[in-house]
């Protein structure tokens, strides 16, 4: 599908010069003097490279769709992480590379969706909130609980999350994979 660069977002596919990007960040700059442009920063799914690519505000680039398979995360194998059709039953094995930023709340058995091209699977897509288990967090300091103050935490995945100073060890909270941000208790 062929889009105008200013309709370009983040997380969008993109084929630029015969290979598959993925958009990271995008930002319109509009000079005082002269054309608007889109500056791009991008990450090849071959190799894993970032880039930065200006695109003048008339140019039209190619935007990939990729399509949805529902799949349960099985377990991890080193740096290879295994996931299973929920339908077919097929089993396919994705390389950490492909998973950087859904690793910090990814946990057995999970439900997710993998992105493929062609047959070829390019990136899983999380649920919007998930529950984790917060295994680690700094005790409540007396009288803080009239501020909006966060204390740091770490979650059962080993990522680490800023949560509200009434949460102890133990509790199961939902965590935004988006943003990683605390939403509430579950």
Known sequence: MIINVTAIR????LEVDKQLWRVMKTHHVTPGKGVACMQVEMRNLETS???NKRFNSTEKVERITLSQVPMQYLYADGTDYHFMNTETYDQITLNNNLLEDVLPYL???MQVMVEFHEERPLSVKLPMSVVLELIEC???IKGQTATSSYKPGKLETGA???VPPFLESGTKIKVNTESGEY???A
Do not use: M, Q, Y
């Open 107 to 109: 946990l057995p058995e």
């Open 138 to 140: 700094d005790a409540a």
């Open 160 to 162: 680490s999350i800023l």
């Open 10 to 13: 983040v997380g969008h596919i």
């Open 49 to 51: 490279n970032k880039t």
């Open 183 to 185: 939403i509430e208790r």
